[in-house]
Every structure is written in C-alpha cells, then in structure tokens.
C-alpha cells in the first residue's frame, strides 16, 4: 500500500486506542472510520469483534460504500454497523473521518429533550453546531441514511437521539477533537443537572462568541494539532503498538 494509506490507517488506529483509553467504547460496537486517501469510495473500519485497545494499523479493514470487504481479508466486518457512516460519508465530502459512541453521557444527553445545553464553556463551543436525528430503530435500514444526512447537515455533531453520539472532521485529529469535547460537554451537562440545581446559562451572544473563539484557537492559532500530537505522545507512552 501506499505511504497515504498507511498513514491513514495510522491515524486511525490511534483515533481507536485513544477512544478505548479515554473509555468511549461499547466493547465490540460502533465504528470509527476514514477514507482511503485516492481511493474513492474506499475506507478503513475496525475489523468486527475486536477490543478497541487491540486495533493495529495493519489490522484495519478495507470496505466499500456498502460496507463490503474489497480485500481478501479473514477479519469480519459489520456491514450494519456501516450504515450511519455511509451516509456521512456519501453526502459529507470533507468528511473524511467520522466516528460514533454510545457513551454513558452521550447517550443520557440524547433522550433529553433539550439536548445538549450551552451550559459550560465545552458545551458553548459547539453552539448551533449540532444537529439532531430522531431515534428509529437500530440503523438497519438504507433508506435512513438521507434522513442522517438532512439532520446532519453542514455541522460537525449529530445527536443521535436515544442512541448515541457522531461526528465529522476533515481529519482523524478533527473529528476525534469533536467526539472528546462533545463526550465531555455532555458529562458535565449531566453532572449539573444531577444537582437539581437551577442552572445558570449564559447569554445566546455569550455562546455565539465561545464558538467563534474556538475556531480561532483550534484552526487559526493551531491548537487542534498540538492537542492531537500530545494524545499521540500519550499512546506511544503507553504502547506504540498501534502503528505496526
């Protein structure tokens, strides 16, 4: 394979480990996902059954827009599992990662009926870029995918709701950076409320302002690599095998 491949699947492996160390797993379920660099309609998948602190570069598995294997590979793939992603990835050209969970949090967000409050400075981030999809079942069916991706939109984050989280990025770096901070924006929303205590939000310009400071700092100022490369540095601390 090529060096774009390779460190694609790299990338990735890193995106599962970090995933499995920040606890965001559902053992064997959800996917992760990004595109094969000049192979259109090609991505990388976890292969299906295995732990997510066990995924390797080499052991990442080659599909189809349908989620069929293109490789001759023994690993088994979830074609099912790759519906959700499909969709992104089908209508979503700059998305060329996207990652879903079913975290405790996310999912407690996501049957509420207010979603995701801009209550903390995390969760602020992210104001007016999260969309969200009604929750029909487990996604099975192909012809839910338009509807995935008319609640998608444009935005970074999709709520799945009574379900879980997902997001997009450009990057590994991008779309990890999203799922991290949304994942912890709802954690905290979820630590407030179980206070019972009235809640403080902000103003709407407040919000409106905390996201565009974000993307100043994330994009502009390069924050969003220096805190991909210190996560990189924290897997090679604790075990480099990812890369093989």
Same mark, same amino acid.
């Given at each position: ?15 599962? &480990? ?29 292969? #299906? ?17 349908? !989620? ?24 979503? *050209? ?5 990652? *879903?969970?079913?975290? &405790?949090?996310? +999912?407690?967000? %996501? ?25 029909? !079942?487990?996604?099975?069916? @192909? ?17 799945? &709701?009574? *379900?879980? $989280?997902?997001?997009?990025? &450009? ?5 990890? %950076? *999203? ?19 009235? @809640? ?21 100022? !390069?924050?969003? +690599? ?7 540095? @924290? $897997? ?5 095998? #990812?890369?093989?």
């Amino acid at each position: 394979m090529g060096e774009a491949e390779w460190a694609a699947r790299v990338e990735l492996a890193a995106c599962y &480990r970090l995933l499995a160390h920040f606890r965001m797993t559902d053992l064997i379920y959800t996917h992760a996902t990004v595109r094969v660099p000049g192979e259109p309609g090609r991505f990388l998948i976890n292969p #299906y059954g295995w732990r997510w602190d066990e995924i390797t570069a080499s052991s990442l598995v080659k599909i189809d827009v349908d !989620g069929n294997k293109v490789e001759d590979r023994p690993e088994r793939v979830n074609p099912a599992g790759f519906t959700i992603h499909s969709a992104v990835h089908m209508s979503r *050209h700059d998305a060329a990662c996207v990652i *879903h969970t079913h975290t &405790r949090a996310g +999912m407690a967000v %996501s049957a509420l009926k207010d979603g995701l409050l801009p209550i903390s400075q995390i969760a602020m981030q992210y104001h007016g870029r999260v969309g969200y999809h009604a929750y029909e !079942g487990i996604a099975l069916d @192909l012809d839910e995918r338009e509807r995935i991706v008319a609640d998608l939109q444009d935005k970074p984050v999709l709520i799945l &709701r009574n *379900h879980g $989280l997902l997001t997009v990025g &450009r990057t590994v770096a991008e779309a990890f %950076s *999203h799922m991290f901070y949304v994942n912890m924006a709802c954690e905290v929303q979820i630590a407030a409320q179980s206070t019972g205590a009235e @809640l403080d939000v902000p103003p709407l310009a407040v919000a409106e302002r905390v996201g565009r400071q974000f993307d100043q700092m994330a994009y502009d100022d !390069g924050d969003l +690599m220096l805190e991909w490369a210190a996560h990189l540095r @924290l $897997l090679d601390t604790l075990d480099p095998g #990812y890369k093989t």
